[in-house]
């Protein structure tokens, strides 16, 4: 953990703070957490997903994919036209899973090197795998 940035390692160590007013929402398969997104909604920004993860041992189901359709609708709700997440390039697997979920790169809103920055409409887009 000691290699993480300190905003991810406050998320970790003390997750009520940063997603405090966030819907975070959890996936579970019986008993066991198989996967979590935040969709988020700063008062200042736009609305971006934070947080999509998939544990390994469940990924492949459509966990992922299910996670964006319980979150969209929330967006949509909300009056929200446009969501957005990033990446890091790297991350090659997600980044199709995210061009899968209707997800089309866009220029970058963050001075992080090797981000990728993806976007798509809140409404209109539902059950692409």
């Not at 949509?76 to 995210?98: K, Q």
Request: charge should be neutral; include cysteine.
């Amino acid at each position: 953990m000691d290699e993480l940035p300190d905003r991810y390692r406050a998320e970790i160590t003390d997750p009520r703070t940063p997603f405090a007013g966030d819907a975070v929402r959890v996936a579970l398969l019986g008993d066991a957490a198989a996967g979590c997104v935040v969709p988020t909604s700063p008062p200042n920004g736009p609305w971006k997903i934070k947080r999509l993860w998939t544990d390994p041992d469940f990924r492949g189901p459509g966990i992922a994919s299910a996670m964006f359709d319980a979150a969209l609708p929330h967006a949509a709700e909300n009056g929200v036209d446009t969501v957005r997440l990033s990446v890091r390039e790297w991350r090659t697997e997600a980044i199709a899973r995210y061009e899968r979920l209707g997800f089309t790169v866009t220029g970058s809103w963050d001075e992080r090197d090797q981000l990728v920055c993806v976007q798509r409409a809140a409404r209109g887009v539902t059950g692409v795998r």
